[in-house]
């Protein structure tokens, strides 16, 4: 069964404090693992798309990597801006054709100044 | 500007009441999707559709019923079958349902509550 676990569930830095947020994934072929951010009483806005280990996206202060069984989503140098729930999701070769999309449960950050 | 617009942004519904939810996107994306919210999980499946006049069941379709009559809207029922229907409900398209790189696009969500 395919399945995307996130961690942590929440997270606290201090401005300027870097880290990284893991999505661990089983999947019966990865077709694309997507990182997407969400806002408190928004829908979810897409960040990037992965396809192959190794495979790096960038975005002013994020930047997500692949490797076979988890993605990171590194946040360097982050500001009270970048608090939001983060959450990942993955396409398999068993949902390509319909799209389906499995979400993690995602992750909470807060940025403190 | 091209988007998704998901109206009412809040809702209440009474008990055995049926309640619909618009969703309509102007992006001119072929597949539509419902996603249910619910806090501490991550987004569920509900119902989906690749082409007007044609649409399939997700993972949680019990209770819930929809309509694609045209490619720009995809309205989802709640219906009083739907015993725990409070949840955050999103709405969301992508260009083309068979093309495995293309990421979903959301709009903003309704919040329904049982009165």
């Known amino acids: 069964e395919d399945q995307v676990t996130q961690s942590p569930e929440a997270l606290r830095l201090q401005e300027g404090e870097s880290s990284s947020l893991n999505c661990s994934y089983t999947?019966?072929?990865?077709?694309?693992l997507f990182w997407y951010r969400q806002d408190p009483g928004k829908g979810p806005e897409f960040l990037f798309t992965?396809?192959?280990a190794g495979e790096e996206k960038e975005k002013e202060r994020l930047k997500a990597t692949l490797t076979k069984k988890e993605s990171f989503l590194h946040i360097t140098a982050p500001k009270p801006e970048d608090s939001a729930t983060y959450l990942c999701?993955?396409?398999?070769?068993?949902?390509?054709?319909?799209?389906?999309?499995?979400f993690g449960q995602g992750t909470t950050l807060q940025v403190k100044p | 500007d091209g988007g998704i617009t998901q109206s009412p942004k809040y809702l209440f519904r009474k008990e055995g009441q049926n309640v619909t939810l618009s969703c309509e996107q102007n992006?001119?994306?072929?597949?539509m999707y419902w996603y249910r919210q619910d806090p501490g999980q991550g987004l569920r499946l509900i119902y989906y559709?690749?082409?007007?006049?044609?649409?399939q069941k997700g993972d949680i379709a019990e209770g819930y019923s929809v309509s694609r009559e045209k490619k720009e809207s995809f309205p989802l029922t709640v219906t009083s079958a739907q015993k725990n229907p409070t949840a955050f409900y999103l709405c969301?398209?992508?260009?083309?349902?068979?093309?495995?790189?293309?990421?979903?696009?959301f709009g903003d969500g309704t919040r329904l509550s049982i009165l």
């Open positions: 992006l001119n994306h072929d597949a």
């Open positions: 999701a993955v396409r398999s070769s068993g949902s390509s054709n319909t799209g389906k999309l499995i």
């Open positions: 999947v019966s072929g990865l077709r694309g």
């Open positions: 559709s690749q082409i007007v006049n044609d649409f």
């Open positions: 992965l396809y192959s």
């Open positions: 969301a398209s992508q260009l083309k349902q068979g093309r495995s790189n293309q990421p979903q696009h």
